[in-house]
Every structure is written in C-alpha cells, then in structure tokens.
C-alpha cells in the first residue's frame, strides 16, 4: 500500500519536474496547488551578509527590470511576502550548496546552509518564473507567477566545472565574466581557465614580462585553423591580448561573487611554444630564438596510431634548472592571484622526439635513473609538483601526467577517455572527468555537412550520457566532472555561445543531479524552455538537435539512407530535385534510395507547421562515400 502510494508520489514527482522546467533537474520537488503572484511593490528580506549582496542585487534585477515592479530588500524581520533565511542549525541533508525552497500561494521562503545555496536557490527560483524575466528591457503583458512548490536541491559532486580556453583564441575580460555568469546560472562552480599554449601567453607575470610583451602576439589568420600557412617574417603581429594582474583580480571578484571558483591552467612542459618565444632559453634545442608563437600553421605531426610528433619544439627542457626558476616565479604570481587550492599544469600531449636527442636531458636520465621519455616527463611534473605545494596549492594535470609515474597528491583531470580517471582514482589520488568521449564541448554537435568542421563530433545525446563515476570507482575519488571548451576553431564570443549551449546543460544535470533524474525525453523538453531563456538573454545555442541524423549504408551497391532526429515528434521532409523543401513535399517515413541521376538530398526538419532545423543539403557524391559506395562521376553538362 505504502509502494503504490510513494510509486503515484514519485511519478507526479517526475511530471512536476517536467512542468517546472527546471535546468539542471532537483533532487526533489513537488509542485503543490496554485501559484504565487508577483506584487508591484516586492519586498525581500534576506541575512546581512556581504557574499551574498550580489546574490540579491541580481535579484532584485531580475524581479524589477522586465517588470517594472518596485523591489526593496530589507535585512529586519519583517512581513516581506519573499524570504532568504541562512539557517541557524546546519542542515546535513543539503550540505554547503544546497537549498530548500517553498513556494506558496502567498510567500516564498528559500532557506540554505550557506551564501553558496541562497544563490543556487535564487537561479532556481528564477527559473520558475516565465522566460521573459530574462528580459533586460520592460516585458509588458505579462503575469509573473511562480508555481507553488516543495524543492530540495543539492549537488551530487562539488567540482562542477568548464574549461575555457582564451589562448587559441582570446577573449576580453568582459567576455570571460559573461561566462561566468552563464555558467553560474545551470549552478557550474569551477571555471578552468587554460591561460596558455602554443599560441598565447594570456597572463601577466610582472617577473617574466616578455611573456606577454612577446608571447601573446601572433599573426591575425581568418580559415579553419591549423591548415594556415606558416606566417612570413614581415608579417605584423597583430593578434593578442593578455589579462593583467588588476583584470584577473576582478575576473577572481565577479567569480567569487558567482560562487565559481578559478583553476588557472599553466600547460606546460609541452603546448609552451608562447613562452618559448618570451625565453627561448627554456628550450633544449638551439635556434628557438627565431621560433614565432603559432599562428595556427602545422606544428605537430599526428599519426593514426595516437602518437605524434613535434615539428618544432614547442616543449620546456626538463633538464634545465633555468626551467625550474621559470616556473618558481610564475607559480608564485599564480597562487597569490587566484584564492582556489588547485593550480593546474598542463601535462599534456607533450611530444618526446626533441627531448630524445637532447644530449643533457640523456645526462639527467642517467642521473636520474629515468628508463624513458614518460619517466622524464614524471621526474618533471614531480619537481612541478614540489613548486606548487611550496605556494600552499594543490596540482592537478592531464591524465598524461599518470605516465612514468603520479607525483604525490597530484590530482588528475581524465580527458583521454575515462582510462587515467580510472587508474588515478585506483591509485587513491582524486580526479576530476572530462572525458573526449562525452565533454569535448569543441567537436561538432551535428553532421559536418553544416556545422563548422571540427575533427570529431559529440551530439547533445552522448553528452548527456556522461556518467563522472566510472564503472568500478570508488566515487569517493571522484570529484565531479567538468567539459571543455577548445577555442582553435572559436573565434567569437557569438560562437562560443554556440558551441556552450545546450551541451553544458547536459553537462551541468550530469555533475548536479542525481543520476536516477536523468531521463533524455524529459531532458530535452526542458533544454527548449532554457532555449526561450537563452532567447531572451540574447545569448546565442546550437539548434542542432532539430538537423537530421544521416546514416548512409551500402545496399547491394546502392545507398539507403536513413534519416532520423534527436528530439522526437519531429517530421523530416525532403527533396532530391534540388529545389527548397518544405512541409509541403514528400515527408520522411522509411530509409530513402536516391533516384539513379540525382545529385542533392536537401531536408528540413518540422515540428507541426513550423519548420524548426536548418535548411540540410547532402550531396549524393558524399552520401555514396559515406556508404562506401564508388560510382562514376556523372556525367558533364
Ligand atoms: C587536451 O585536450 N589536450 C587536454
């Protein structure tokens, strides 16, 4: 009896979820009867405390600018109908970011431990009214109802980050605080921030200031990148753009005021090549002087088997003391800018084949008595290891840095799949995933017949089958899951939006919510209400769910393609003739043979009456080659 009645809870339970549209999806909720209605006179009571100011600032925005309603907050018991109360007696059950938010017919009452869950509940809370509460501009003819419900929210892991890298490509301070206010609002709290690479240097270090006199300059290429001709001597240098140490504080501030933390990102010994440029000493191979920080031209040669090659070294020595005294003086600039314990080093795809001819590097292996290339590496990291802690922080790198040998307490980020999150956590160091297979926010999010090419693809559906636990943890290890947002191909603030969202939702309800929440039907109604949000914020988000899936076979040598969609309910109409389909041509039902002297498949997706993806064009030549299908050109007009 009991069963059943929890069985019809926990099932309106799952509809209410779904009425309330709530990104990434609570712990609990349950919608009970009736809404609250926003007065024209708001008052708010909430704790005097100074982290949370921002909270109520932002707040007050919200509730007051689309509406046009007066909103005062005071900090005095009062009759305010809207309550922001930190609790007397800590709460267990929600930890230091959770919340409890009740929402009545006529009060709203959001309790937390701490500042942190005040602000999750305030996103949430926002997230209850309508879409145009987003507005910055006077939304008229609306009602601003709240449905009155019951939510207890927590995080299921306390590492909950995206990875933002403004080396490839560099982005203004104001362009790094708007993601920040992006992230903060799906309840994102690290921000790792890849400062530097081969093709910048992005952080003033007042010890070393040819890093960025020097090493955040290079030649402005417009193509796909890493396919650029390498740039000639005369070349200006007329790209770059560094933060200096005034910026980063206030970027540390707008987090801080966000609840994101910043893990600052130093790649080396490999991905140097702007630092090598700022002091070519650091390198082992002479004639580094002329080296140029990379423009996006060829530097590295990668072979089909995973390994690869540089063709310049781009690589610290890790056999120079001089390497070492760098990195002293960098580091200790690092820490005592950014308040968070972990310091990231980089770590990765750090090519060997300069160090093996290096002579003084085979000295130090004897030395040393390092057997290979990867135990160098190690003894590298070990020392960067020792340089991190002596600055009070905690490393954490690439799973490269597992090779040869983990350094003492280094923590590990598992990008190559979950293998090195694996054998880290095995080892007792913790970890944080960000698996290529379910993370990489850089690859395509559709068919590479439209979007910009990238080398690999990750549609919103596999993103949202990230699972941070491995198969076999001990999830005590596991510190939370981040994606990462590679910026070769992204060179605006306009497209990072778009390669951002709606992928990190499903990143954010894969770090936040608990795993048996998750449900992909009821996922993807709430990405299109966030879409109504993401609108009215004028932020910018794929629609690449609503683009056909393609899949071409070889049927006795003919194509059969098959067309299918993320979302469903969606109707695909097609055309071979060349001409623009709409709803009014034949719609998709089963897989398609192309009639023999076709030359395009063009499709348009709809929902009802409207047409909702992009106008698809696949060429027969390519759909053959996908099947694997060779046929003889046709023939010439
Ligand atoms: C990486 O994607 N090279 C960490």
Known sequence: MLGSFLTVLFAMGQQEDKQLNLL?????????????????EISIEAPSVKSLEPTLQFLKQRLSIPTGYKVSINNQPSSASIKLILNQQTDPL????????????????????EAAGLFYGVQSLIQLLPAAIENNKLASAKTWKIPCVEITDYPRFG?????????????????????????????FNVLHWHLTDDEGWRIEIKSLPALTTKGSKRVDKTGYFGTFWPPLPNEPLNYGGFYTQEDIKEVVQYAKE??????PEIDVPGHSLAAIVSYPELSGTPGAEDYRVRSGEKIMDWHTNGTFSALINNTLNPSSEKVY???????????????FDYIHVGGDECAKNFWEKNEEIKLLMKKEGLNSMNEVQAYFEKRVGKIISSKGKKLIGWDEILEGGLAENAAVMSWRGEKGGIEAAKLKHEVVMSPTTFAYLDFMQGDEIIEPK?????????????????????PKYIKGGQANIWTEQITNTRHLQYMTWPRSFAIAESVWSPKEKKNWNNFIQRVEQ???????????????IYDPI????NNNGEPLINLSTEVEGLDIYYSFDNSFPDRFYPKYTQPLTPPKDAVLLRTIVYRGNQPIGRMVTLPIIEINKRAGIKKPAQPEE
């Open 24 to 40: 990434p999806v609570p712990v609990k909720s349950i919608r009970t009867a009736g809404y609250f209605t926003l007065q024209k």
């Open 94 to 113: 929600i930890g230091k970011e959770g919340y409890h938010l009740s929402v009545k017919a006529n009060s709203v009452t959001l309790r937390a431990n």
């Open 159 to 187: 590492w909950r980050g995206l990875m933002f890298d403004v080396s490839r490509h560099f982005f203004t301070k104001q362009e790094v605080k708007d993601f920040i206010d992006q992230m903060a609002r799906y309840k």
């Open 258 to 263: 966000h609840f994101v933390e910043i893990l």
């Open 325 to 339: 005294t760098f990195l002293d003086k960098v580091f200790t600039e690092v820490a005592a800018l950014f308040p």
């Open 454 to 474: 990238v080398y690999a693809s990750l549609r919103l559906n596999k993103a949202y089958e990230f699972e941070p636990v491995p198969a076999g943890v001990d």
């Open 530 to 544: 966030q879409f109504k949000r993401l609108d009215s914020r004028d932020i910018n988000y794929a629609r690449s």
């Open 550 to 553: 393609f899949t071409c076979t």
